[in-house]
Nanobody, 116 residues
Framework: QVQLVESGGGLVQPGGSLRLSCAAS????????MSWYRQAPGKERELVAH????????IYAESVKGRFTISRDNAKNTVYLQMNSLKPEDTSVYYC?????????WGQGTQVTVSS
């Protein structure tokens, strides 16, 4: 069955870094555009970063440009989010998303907490 399993979240101090991973299975990963979303308590889920199926195109939210980098390894069926210079406002549950045509899959989320 389709699975998206996020990992790499945790507690980090402001200015620190984390690398999130999302391991995919159960579908043809290389066909899908992949995204990272986040949702903080009481807020709507928002797009953080998006990468095309080939990795040739990326999109970032203005709030993370220059600090976060999305990448993918189609041989490993994995998408990554490198997060640098983390701020307290980056605290959220981060979700992995796979999209192809009308097919749309979500992971269970991983908590990222930025606090001193």
């Amino acid at each position: 069955q389709v699975q998206l399993v996020e990992s790499g979240g945790g507690l980090v101090q402001p200015g620190g870094s984390l690398r999130l991973s999302c391991a995919a299975s159960g579908f043809t990963f290389s066909l899908y555009a992949m995204s990272w979303y986040r949702q903080a308590p009481g807020k709507e889920r928002e797009l953080v970063a998006h990468i095309s199926s080939t990795g040739g195109s990326t999109i970032y939210a203005e709030s993370v440009k220059g600090r976060f980098t999305i990448s993918r390894d189609n041989a490993k069926n994995t998408v990554y989010l490198q997060m640098n210079s983390l701020k307290p406002e980056d605290t959220s549950v981060y979700y992995c998303n796979a999209l192809w045509s009308t097919l749309n899959y979500w992971g269970q989320g991983t908590q990222v907490t930025v606090s001193s």
